[in-house]
């Protein structure tokens, strides 16, 4: 399993370490809900697995957004020495999963019947 995969399955450990900014009053709420969407997401894209592409491919996309909140809620509420670090692995964890998810998805669209105008 790759050090990518892995920061994402302990993402939710580093969720809840980490301390809100001060001047912030949202974050800790804003902090609890990004690990409960990132619980949510990770478990459906591991169901999704051997499900048809179309299914797997609504798992990446719905747990890639639920990493960019993780990371639009880091941007704003890390206030911890590992900042940078955590954006850094946190944008490195949505790149290998945008990956995936192309792969996925690409094989969705080429199974889905085409309309008929």
């Given at each position: 399993?790759?050090?990518?995969?892995?920061?994402?399955?302990?993402?939710?450990?580093?969720?809840?370490?980490?301390?809100?900014?001060?001047?912030?009053?949202?974050?800790?709420d804003d902090?609890?809900?990004?690990?409960?969407?990132?619980?949510?997401?990770?478990?459906?894209?591991?169901?999704?697995?051997?499900?048809?592409?179309?299914?797997?491919?609504?798992?990446?996309?719905?747990?890639?957004?639920?990493l960019n909140?993780?990371?639009?809620?880091?941007?704003?509420?890390?206030?911890?020495?590992?900042?940078?670090?955590?954006?850094?692995?946190?944008?490195?964890?949505?790149?290998?999963?945008?990956?995936?998810?192309?792969?996925?998805?690409?094989?969705?669209?080429?199974?889905?019947?085409?309309?008929?105008?």
């Amino acid at each position: 399993m790759s050090r990518r995969i892995l920061f994402v399955l302990a993402l939710p450990l580093l969720l809840t370490a980490q301390a809100p900014a001060p001047s912030t009053a949202n974050c800790r709420d804003d902090l609890i809900k990004a690990d409960q969407g990132i619980h949510r997401t990770r478990s459906a894209l591991h169901k999704a697995q051997g499900a048809a592409p179309a299914v797997q491919c609504t798992a990446y996309r719905q747990h890639v957004a639920s990493l960019n909140v993780v990371k639009n809620v880091f941007a704003r509420c890390d206030a911890g020495a590992n900042k940078a670090k955590n954006a850094a692995a946190t944008g490195a964890a949505i790149a290998e999963l945008s990956k995936q998810m192309q792969g996925v998805c690409g094989t969705a669209q080429k199974a889905a019947p085409k309309k008929q105008p």
